[in-house]
């Protein structure tokens, strides 16, 4: 599914000619802007939506809130940049497209689901200049926002301090080791 409306204005020429209406012909091009609720709307379907990017479960370094083993899901544009990142190589530079977006949901000790999310999608190119452009969201699994943590304000501050710092040059994506990844 794609999230991207025909909003460019130099693709309004080309819409003139899509007799297949508007998605048909936004495929191939970026949008102006980034809709956060259409990002939402598809994260918490990750499983229809995105694919799999962990083996079997990854102890998580989020662990607040009962957290303990994490699951993490990527749209294909994000996805094929993760398996190319090598955690063990400081050295490694890697910029993430713009529409990829990552999610990240947690389970407890027991195995059982917690009913909160991390996204991080990467939007146009200005949405949040320090912070890479990234829009972050701690969200319920209905996709209900929590304690504010949404966007790109002070509250989600602390997610963009910690990614830069850990991946700082992954563009805040922080990638698994080659073993623990989905085929
Ligand atoms: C203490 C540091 C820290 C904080 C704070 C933090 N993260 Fe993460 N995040 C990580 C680490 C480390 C990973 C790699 C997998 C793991 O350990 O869970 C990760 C993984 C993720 C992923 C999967 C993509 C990737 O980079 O591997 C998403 C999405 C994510 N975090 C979103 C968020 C959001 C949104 C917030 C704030 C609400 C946040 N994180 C806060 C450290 C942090």
């Not at 529409?99 to 190119?125: C, H, I, R, S």
Request: proline share 8%; charged share 25%.
């Amino acid at each position: 599914m794609s999230l991207r409306p025909c909003l460019p204005p130099r693709l309004s020429l080309v819409c003139s000619f899509c007799l297949f209406g508007l998605a048909a012909c936004a495929e191939d091009e970026e949008p102006e802007t980034f809709d956060p609720d259409a990002v939402i709307a598809e994260a918490v379907d990750y499983e229809a939506n995105y694919v799999r990017l962990d083996l079997d479960g990854v102890p998580t370094a989020h662990d607040s809130g009962g957290m303990v083993v994490a699951r993490m899901w990527a749209n294909e544009a994000g996805a094929e940049v993760f398996r190319t990142l090598d955690p063990d190589d400081p050295t490694q530079m890697v910029e993430m497209p713009r529409g990829a977006v990552f999610v990240k949901e947690n389970y407890d000790l027991d195995g059982n689901p917690l009913d909160f999310m991390q996204v991080l999608a990467k939007f146009e190119d200005g949405y949040y200049p320090d912070g890479n452009d990234w829009f972050s969201a701690l969200i319920q699994r209905d996709g209900t926002p929590l304690q504010g943590r949404i966007g790109k304000g002070p509250e989600i501050t602390f997610c963009v301090d910690c990614h830069s710092s850990m991946g700082k040059n992954t563009d805040f994506i922080i990638g698994l080791p080659a073993d623990q990844l989905a085929p």
